[in-house]
């Protein structure tokens, strides 16, 4: 999983925004919300939503971490 999202969830956090709020709001969907907490691939859509929501950038909310089998041949 070369893309985490560790950090968006804290920033939930700080925000005191939760699950339930992002889900309640339609904010994003919630197989979005999904796959974001199980570090699976979603569209720019739902990281443009997310960095409106938290006044970010994307970085701020998601990290490139190589996944060492994809490199060794």
Known sequence: MPIIYDKLFKL????KITSY???KNN???????TKLKH??????GAIETLCKLLDCQPGDIMEYV?????WRH
């Open 39 to 44: 570090n699976k691939q979603v569209n720019t």
């Open 27 to 33: 904010i994003i969907s919630q197989s979005t919300l």
């Open 21 to 23: 709020t992002i889900r």
């Open 66 to 70: 190589p996944d060492e089998l994809t």
């Open 12 to 15: 939930l956090e700080n925000h």
